[in-house]
T-cell receptor, first 113, second 113 residues
């Protein structure tokens, strides 16, 4: 199973870009990388996912290295409301054709005023 | 936000009593999931459903059962609650078998005394 490694915590100043790294060196060639976040006491929230091309949506950008062994989630202009635990996830196949998302410990991003 | 509600939001119960948690969705998504979240363990999949009356076990299913008699409702039952089942329980939905984009409910905090 592909696993991910993230720093346990990061700080960012409000208004600046937050760059959250993730290593997934054992990812297989056809597996996507997913990012979720969890604001305190709330359910996780889907942010973005990608395979090998960079992706951007209204929330964030995802940069995946050419060898696909790592990726970076970018919040271009972090706000205090972006303080949350960010999870980098590689989907795991189980039970035949079913998949699950395995949430690790993630990175606690604290956005400071 | 996706239309997912969980009930109750908080519950305190005694060891040995049965408990049922309800997840209700208004999105008509096919796939539904139950997770538990505990400090130091992240989110762990308990059971999931891939259609009405179609359910399967996740990674921590012992002591839990589920039922899905209609698309919108997914019930999680603790037949005889134990203190180790004290946790925050999240329901999630997805319209994809790939489990990529999941939308989570607000969670139920269960305390077993």
């Amino acid at each position: 199973d592909a696993k991910t490694t993230q720093p346990p915590s990061m700080d960012c100043a409000e208004g600046r870009a937050a760059n959250l790294p993730c290593n997934h060196s054992t990812i297989s060639g056809n597996e996507y990388v997913y990012w979720y976040r969890q604001i305190h006491s709330q359910g996780p929230q889907y942010i973005i996912h990608g395979l090998k091309n960079n992706e951007t949506n209204e929330m964030a950008s995802l940069i995946i290295t050419e060898d696909r062994k790592s990726s970076t989630l970018i919040l271009p202009h972090a706000t205090l409301r972006d303080t949350a635990v960010y999870y980098c996830i590689v989907r795991v196949r189980f039970g035949g054709s079913n998949y699950k998302l395995t949430f690790g410990k993630g990175t606690l991003l604290t956005v400071n005023p | 936000d996706a239309g997912i509600t969980q009930s109750p939001r908080h519950k305190v119960t005694e060891t040995g009593t049965p408990v049922t948690l309800r997840c209700h969705q208004t999105e008509n998504h096919r796939y539904m999931y139950w997770y538990r979240q505990d400090p130091g363990h992240g989110l762990r999949l308990i059971h999931y459903s891939y259609g009405v009356k179609d359910t399967d076990k996740g990674e921590v299913s012992d002591g839990y059962s589920v039922s899905r008699s209609k698309t919108e409702d997914f019930l999680l039952t603790l037949e005889s609650a134990t203190s180790s089942q004290t946790s925050v329980y999240f329901c999630a939905i997805s319209d994809m078998a790939t489990a990529s984009e999941q939308y989570f409910g607000p969670g139920t905090r269960l305390t077993v005394t």
